[in-house]
């Protein structure tokens, strides 16, 4: 099942790069606004957190990921597109998990929808994690 | 009848699988038993099911072929 929200593995840069060169061609929009999710080295009970897992159900994410954007639209007038890119599989601490890319005439919009898309992925999008420490053992989150 | 069921995270680790097919089960409570039956631990977690790609709470009726998922809380991000 293809999925345009989903890559393998962390967010490369050449997914970002082409993402910023696609920014040029929307003249339309004033302001563009990205948020980048990254993992995080925590320490928990005594242990690094070395990497994250990711699983996904890709079906469902596909059907939530269209509704988010539908949401955003009709909520911020001013936002032309919204990009999303999310993480399966392994991530390391440092990588890149999350993507979002919101394009808007002005740039209050721009900032405000993509701060909401964050949160709407957060609550809704069918994405679960397996934090591995360095002695290889894991935690569900 | 057969239905697929999909167990996602900290679920699929508790059923040591992400996929079990289900034969002659005729609802969603019929099937949280059957589940709850091979599966003891499962109970104590909180989850939400989706059949065919759509998120539900309410207790329908299954037919053959359905696709139910069993999904933990999400952890996006």
Known sequence: MGTNYL???????????????????????????????????????????KAIEYSAYEELVNAEAEMIKRTILSEFSDVKSIDIIHSTG????????????????????????????????????????????EDDSFKWK | ?????????????ISGTSVKHYRDVKSISDLKLRIYDDFPEIVHYNYRISINSEIT????LLKSGDEVAFMPPFAGG
């Open chain 2, 1 to 13: 009848m057969e239905v697929k069921v999909l167990f996602f995270g900290v679920l699929s680790e």
């Open chain 2, 57 to 60: 709470d309410n207790d329908l």
């Open chain 1, 90 to 133: 392994v991530v390391k601490a440092g990588e890149i998990s999350l993507l979002v890319f919101v394009s808007a005439g002005h740039r209050h919009q721009a900032m405000q929808a993509c701060s909401e898309t964050v949160e709407l992925i957060k609550d809704n999008l069918p994405v679960w994690k397996k934090e591995i420490f």
């Open chain 1, 7 to 49: 890559t393998a593995g962390p967010v490369s840069q050449k997914l970002i790069s082409q993402l910023i060169k696609k920014m040029g061609s929307k003249t339309n929009s004033g302001g563009h606004s990205i948020f980048f999710g990254q993992v995080r080295a925590d320490e928990i009970d005594g242990k690094k957190v």
